[in-house]
């Protein structure tokens, strides 16, 4: 089963094979360095599918924060973050392809820039520990009609 931290993870370490900055996937309010990265997830849905599997949906939210105002900075980054989760991601055993890849100016003032991209997959239902006593004898009255 996959969790909203795996894919975090997983997000990340795909950051970390082109940039060599800080990667926060935590929150951090105060005293990070720049130029970094902030990685957040967003559950949108999920459902029920069947009797074994859920239907997710997250959005993965990739805040870059530059060093020095810079838009061709900022836009060179996003394009590098674009080709990095055009290929699928993998998360664990599991490959994900990364859907609806964005970009968004979160402060225009500071020119923050937000990569955005939504992930849907099927997962197992977690298997439920409770036991439940069995069901006993079953007495039927049934009539027939002649």
């Known amino acids: 089963m996959l969790t909203f931290w795996d894919i975090k993870k997983a997000v990340a370490e795909r950051i970390k094979t082109k940039f060599n900055y800080p990667i ?64 699928p991601l993998a998360v664990l055993d599991r490959k994900l392809i990364c859907e609806d890849l964005r970009v968004e100016v979160a402060e225009e003032e500071k020119q923050i820039y937000q990569f955005l991209f939504d992930l849907d997959y099927y997962d197992e239902l977690p298997k439920t520990t409770e036991s439940y006593e069995l069901m006993g004898e079953i007495l039927i009255n049934e009539e027939v009609e002649q």
């Open 24 to 87: 926060y996937v935590n929150d951090v309010t105060e005293g990070f360095s720049k130029p970094s990265f902030f990685v957040r997830i967003f559950p949108i849905t999920s459902e029920i599918a069947n009797a074994n599997t859920t239907h997710n949906k997250v959005t993965v939210e990739i805040n870059y924060f530059q060093a020095q105002k810079s838009e061709q900075d900022n836009l060179q980054t996003m394009q590098v973050l674009k080709e990095l989760f055009l290929q």
